[in-house]
């Protein structure tokens, strides 16, 4: 089984200052995970991606997320948040293709709100 | 196009109608997915395709909903006699084939039922 939590509805940052999105996940074998961005009236946007290579994870838009094993944890972080930013980010936990496959879970979202 | 594209991108319509949503995968891609997406939700999984086969249907919510996918491409969402709380953003993504790769998504078709 699998799941992922974001540990924050809303969160709410000002413009230049920095942006935590939490996400915890729960799998019984090494997963892949992911986050995506949507903003209003639009699909969702791979933002980035780990797949058991590097645990620092660089993706689009200067975002970036960590995997820790230890802590089951993948939290999105950028260094600056831009207006643009504001958008609804989705945490999301992915199957093996022999257990789970094709079988992804998404969070509840974590919805970002930036503030001039 | 190059991305994934969804019709219609509103569809209103009466309780009790029947309704086709209608997805088209990027070119090459073998998997494809279907959610739904409610006001303030987050996603919920509906099912998905490996080639014109779906190994995964235990997202559908009733027997009312049911998909399709012809020729390992266009698929299409049917909903039987509408009811209100199929309201929803019904989403459709790709992906090159399901061994974890990203998804990619349309914009999705807004359903109003009446």
């Known amino acids: 089984a699998q799941s992922v939590t974001q540990l924050d509805s809303h969160v709410s940052v000002s413009e230049g200052t920095p942006v935590l999105l939490r996400c915890n996940y729960s799998s019984s074998y090494s997963p892949s995970l992911f986050w995506y961005v949507q903003h209003p009236n639009k699909g969702l946007q791979l933002l980035l991606k780990y797949t058991s290579a590097a645990t620092l994870v660089k993706g689009i838009n200067g975002f970036e997320a960590e995997f820790k094993k230890s802590e089951t944890s993948f939290h999105l972080t950028k260094p600056s948040a831009h207006m643009s930013d504001a958008a609804e980010y989705f945490c999301?936990?992915?199957?093996?293709?022999?257990?789970?496959?094709?079988?992804?879970?998404f969070g509840d979202g974590t919805t970002l709100t930036v503030k001039p | 196009g190059a991305g994934v594209s969804q019709s219609p991108s509103n569809k209103v319509t009466e309780k009790g109608k029947d309704v086709e949503l209608r997805c088209d995968p990027i070119s090459g891609h073998t998997a494809l997915y279907w959610y739904r997406q409610s006001l303030g939700q987050g996603l919920e999984f509906l099912i998905y395709f490996q080639g014109n086969s779906a190994p995964d249907k235990s997202g559908l919510p009733s027997d009312r909903f049911s998909a399709e996918r012809t020729g390992g491409s266009v698929s299409t969402l049917t909903i039987q006699r509408t009811q209100q709380e199929d309201s929803a953003v019904y989403l459709c993504?790709?992906?090159?084939?399901?061994?974890?790769?990203?998804?990619?998504f349309g914009d999705g078709t807004r359903l109003s039922i009446l």
């Open positions: 993504a790709s992906s090159l084939d399901s061994t974890n790769q990203p998804q990619h």
């Open positions: 999301v936990v992915s199957g093996r293709l022999d257990t789970n496959a094709g079988k992804s879970t």
